[in-house]
């Protein structure tokens, strides 16, 4: 609080010293603001553009197209189910054909023939088709019974 009141009185000292100006300084200052100050000519004020000059907004048009929505092809790949039944004597009953390794099974090559599965390979993708548990009690592999 004695610190605020210090400052105030301090700047309010100073206020007041420069606010006391001699009669002299006075006169000068006044004498500055009677003599006529020059001014622009009124010809050179004639060519200045106008600063608030109203701009013209030319609009656009624009043009949208609307393009008929493409159709969509539905791809339906339908896949081949092989089914493979029995195995017998290096060969495989597939779909109701017996095949050996080489034959052509639809797009697919037969690779070799396992003991309960056959492998196709074709030029995009390989599968392995299996004789499903309840049929493999009749495959004969290699002159025996399972």
Do not use: C
């Not at 010293?17 to 000519?41: F, P, W, Y």
């Not at 553009?49 to 609307?66: S, T, Y």
């Not at 393009?67 to 009953?93: G, M």
């Amino acid at each position: 609080m004695k610190k605020s009141i210090i400052i105030s009185i301090f700047l309010f000292s100073n206020f007041l010293d420069s606010a006391t100006l001699s009669h002299e300084e006075i006169k000068i200052m006044v004498s500055k603001i009677k003599n006529q100050r020059e001014g622009i000519d009124v010809s050179v004020l004639e060519n200045t553009p106008n600063p608030f000059a109203i701009r013209e907004i030319v609009k656009e048009k624009v043009v949208v197209k609307k393009e008929k929505p493409k159709k969509a092809k539905i791809v339906v790949k339908k896949e081949v189910v092989h089914t493979l039944s029995a195995i017998l004597n290096h060969a495989a009953f597939i779909d109701g054909k017996w095949y050996k390794i080489g034959d052509k099974i639809g797009a697919f090559t037969l690779i070799s023939i396992n003991y309960d599965s056959v492998d196709l390979k074709s030029k995009k993708e390989q599968k392995k088709l299996s004789i499903k548990k309840e049929k493999r009690k009749f495959i004969l592999n290699k002159g025996g019974r399972e």
